[in-house]
């Protein structure tokens, strides 16, 4: 049982690491300072993240799961080609990642220790999840310009009238129940 535990907690720290590895990224390629100072605070909330759990397990485990080495600079190709938004949309593809994980594994384990550990491991990737989508909405809203067309670009009225494919399942349904078809 121990070693389960210690196995998901060195894979929480290295779902955190890509974490942490994709925010000081995300820091590095930021161009406001609003931007970079939001991905260095979720970045340093998860290194702390994997402080406090690599202080759960022994001295032995923690050793075995070592940092993988982060890259010192993105290249400038990187940095002009990726705004800010696309960084705020994969930290929200990777929380959520994280979120269906940790809630998947809360689902799958019936030890109570596992449980609690990815209960609390689901309860802060879910506020976190909430503040990058906060984020990411407060950037999309300043984009959008007053003059933008509304999202709804068909018109509404009568469908065309129609007869049905004569080889499609709804032609086959139609005839199989008797009755007249209002659409053709």
């Known amino acids: ?43 340093q909330e998860e290194s702390r993240h ?6 759960q397990l022994s001295q032995r485990e923690a050793a075995e ?11 400038a190709t990187v940095e002009a080609a990726t705004p800010p938004v696309n960084h705020l949309h994969q930290a929200l593809l990777d929380k959520r990642f994280s979120i269906d994980l940790y809630a998947t594994f809360c689902r799958c ?5 596992l449980c609690r550990f990815f209960d609390a491991a689901l309860a802060v990737a879910r506020r976190e999840f909430k503040l990058i989508t906060a984020e990411y909405l407060k950037g999309s ?5 007053a003059s933008s067309p509304p999202r709804r670009s068909h018109v509404r009225g009568d469908l065309p009238h129609r007869i049905p494919n004569r080889h499609t399942q709804l032609f086959f349904a139609m005839q199989d129940c008797g009755r007249q078809s209002r659409i053709g």
């Not at 799961?65 to 290249?75: C, K």
């Not at 384990?109 to 220790?113: S, V």
């Not at 809203?141 to 310009?145: A, G, H, L, T």
């Open 141 to 145: 809203r300043s984009d959008v310009s």
């Open 65 to 75: 799961t070592e940092p993988a080495a982060m890259p010192a600079r993105i290249p």
């Open 1 to 43: 049982m121990r070693e389960l535990l210690a196995e998901a907690i060195r894979l929480a720290v290295n779902v955190e690491r890509n974490s942490e590895r994709l925010y000081r990224m995300g820091a590095m390629a930021a161009t406001e300072l609003v931007h970079r100072s939001f991905f260095e605070r979720l970045a």
């Open 109 to 113: 384990f019936k030890e109570p220790a």
């Open 50 to 55: 994997i402080e406090a759990l690599l202080q």
